[in-house]
Nanobody, 123 residues
Framework: QEQLVESGGGLVQAGGSLRLSCAAS????????MGWFRQAPGKEREFVAA????????NYADSVKGRFTISRDNAKNTVYLQMNSLKPEDTAVYYC????????????????WGQGTQVTVSS
């Protein structure tokens, strides 16, 4: 059974950093593109970053470019999101998602989702 489990969320002050992890099981991880999305209260789920199967291609939302870095370790079936220079507007539940083949930004095109991890940035 396919499963994605996020970890690493928490409370941090503005300007701080967090590293999120997403561990995958039950799927051939190295054949999947992986994405990070976030959802703040009262808002729709939005794209944050994505990475292709071998890490050779990444894509970022304009709001996080230069601050967030997505990476993956196929030997550990894990994708990461390093978040630096955090802002209060980054506060949200962060989700990882998986889809086969190409990197896309549309959440409905992802096949599997984790339960999410809360990130709260205080001002």
């Amino acid at each position: 059974q396919e499963q994605l489990v996020e970890s690493g969320g928490g409370l941090v002050q503005a300007g701080g950093s967090l590293r999120l992890s997403c561990a995958a099981s039950g799927l051939t991880f190295s054949t999947y593109a992986m994405g990070w999305f976030r959802q703040a209260p009262g808002k729709e789920r939005e794209f944050v970053a994505a990475i292709n199967w071998n890490g050779g291609r990444t894509n970022y939302a304009d709001s996080v470019k230069g601050r967030f870095t997505i990476s993956r370790d196929n030997a550990k079936n894990t994708v990461y999101l390093q978040m630096n220079s955090l802002k209060p507007e980054d506060t949200a539940v962060y989700y990882c998602a998986a889809r086969q083949f190409s990197v896309v930004v549309t959440p409905t095109r992802y096949d599997y989702w984790g339960q999410g991890t809360q990130v709260t940035v205080s001002s």
